[in-house]
């Protein structure tokens, strides 16, 4: 098996919570040395998101893995005197603070690049280093709201829904990842640094492309349910079943929309595809009747291999135990050294010379911290003085 493809890349991250440490988990994953730096106080906050297996957070083992852990006071002048000693030999720093906190820190892309002129520095905040709203407070769904994103969430005529995984903050992390990616070929080949500015509004706003594509050519935007792909139309919707389920058909094309009318013994829609929304109506009162005749898994084998888009909608657990999940190995077995056993999500980007691996657990606050320093050239007497003075702290084996 070839080298891990990013072995020998440093990442130095300062990121908390789930965008960040998603998109350095990445890295991590596929053989970057990502060291996550947090406070000597309690660290990222996911340490403490419940459900807690034996101290441990299920989220944090969850999007943690591969990475050493340093705790560090940044505040101290000590601190920031490490951090740049690191960041002096790292490839990439990534920060998730409020715009202008690392520069008040002393450890902002300026300072770091005095030292290091080919880091690949990220800065990802909520609505951006430069803009209006730079400096409002926000969570996922008030990034898809002000995106334009949540209008589009919901069915047509109701109001819009909240979105369940964090979209933004997932699409953030992997542009994150593309543009540190990108910048560390440009350093590999020109020798030069970059700084990389990442907003979840930003983010959240590109997903809105066929949306978007609609607007600008048309001069109306569409709303919740108003394109073909959400509920515009009754072949591309969520029908309830006999059993209280439900499926989602998606026959967008001619031909499987022509496929779906066969299957269901309706023939005489194949040409009724875009009729008038009357016309629609009944058509969407039939599907309605007729998947009300059978369970929703029965429907999914009946129609399967029919050729007509359809699927069961699935809850989250009954998709982790899926055939489909274990068949792509999605879900692999993990032995913390505290928690015990537990499951932890594959990365999904499938390479077949050099794959992802884990190869190490989510690290306790503070697990590597006399390793790291040790590695920049602190001795055992420098390193004992700096936990006496809490410029830093250390865990002696993985723990809570």
């Known amino acids: 098996m070839s080298a891990l493809p990013l072995a020998g890349i440093t990442v130095l991250d300062l990121s908390r919570q789930l965008p960040g440490p998603v998109a350095t988990q990445i890295l991590a994953d596929f ?16 340490r403490g998101v419940v ?4 101290g441990v957070s299920a989220r944090h083992m969850m999007i943690n893995r591969n990475k050493r852990g340093l705790s560090i006071n940044l505040k101290t002048p000590e601190g920031r005197k490490i951090f740049l000693e690191l960041a002096a030999k790292a490839d990439v720093v990534f920060e998730q603070f409020r715009p202008g906190v690392v520069d008040r820190l002393g450890i902002g892309y300026d300072a770091v690049r005095e ?21 409002v407070v926000a969570h996922d769904p008030n990034y898809l709201a002000v995106s334009g994103v949540l209008g589009l969430l919901g069915r047509r005529g109701e109001a819009p829904a909240m979105s369940g995984p964090q979209v933004s903050d997932l699409a953030a992390a ?31 706003f590109s997903l809105s492309v066929t949306a978007l594509s ?30 209280g389920g439900y499926i989602t058909i998606s026959a967008i094309e001619s031909h499987f929309f022509r496929n779906l009318c066969n299957a269901l013994g309706h023939p005489e829609w194949q040409d009724l595809q875009y009729a008038d929304d009357t016309v629609q109506d009944q058509i969407r009162a039939e599907l309605e009747r007729i998947f009300l005749t059978r369970p929703r898994d029965e429907w999914f084998a009946l129609l399967k291999d029919k050729e007509v888009c359809i699927s069961p909608v699935l809850s989250v657990a009954e998709a982790a135990e899926s055939e489909q ?38 690290p306790a606050l503070g697990e590597h911290t006399a390793e790291i320093l040790g590695s920049i050239g602190y001795g055992s007497e420098q390193i004992a003085a700096l936990l006496e003075q809490g410029v830093v702290s250390a865990s002696a084996s993985p723990a809570k």
């Open 325 to 362: 999940v274990a068949a792509r190995g999605l879900l692999v077995p993990h032995e913390h050294p505290v928690a015990g056993g537990t499951r932890l999500l594959a990365t999904p980007i499938r390479m077949k010379h050099a794959p992802a691996s884990i190869r190490r657990p989510a």
């Open 115 to 135: 030292v290091n002129p080919k880091i690949v520095y990220v800065s990802l905040s909520g609505f951006g280093q430069d803009s209006p709203l730079r400096d």
């Open 214 to 243: 609609s607007y600008i050519g048309s001069g109306k935007a569409p709303s919740r349910g108003e394109e073909r792909h959400n509920g515009r139309y009754p072949w591309s919707d969520i029908y309830r079943t006999a059993d």
């Open 174 to 204: 992997h542009m994150a990842a593309i543009g540190i990616l990108v910048a560390l070929r440009r350093a590999e080949r020109e020798g030069l640094g970059e700084y990389i500015d990442i907003a979840l509004f930003d983010s959240a």
């Open 31 to 46: 053989g970057a040395d990502v060291i996550k730096i947090e406070d000597t106080a309690k660290g990222d906050d996911f």
């Open 51 to 54: 459900p807690i297996q034996n």
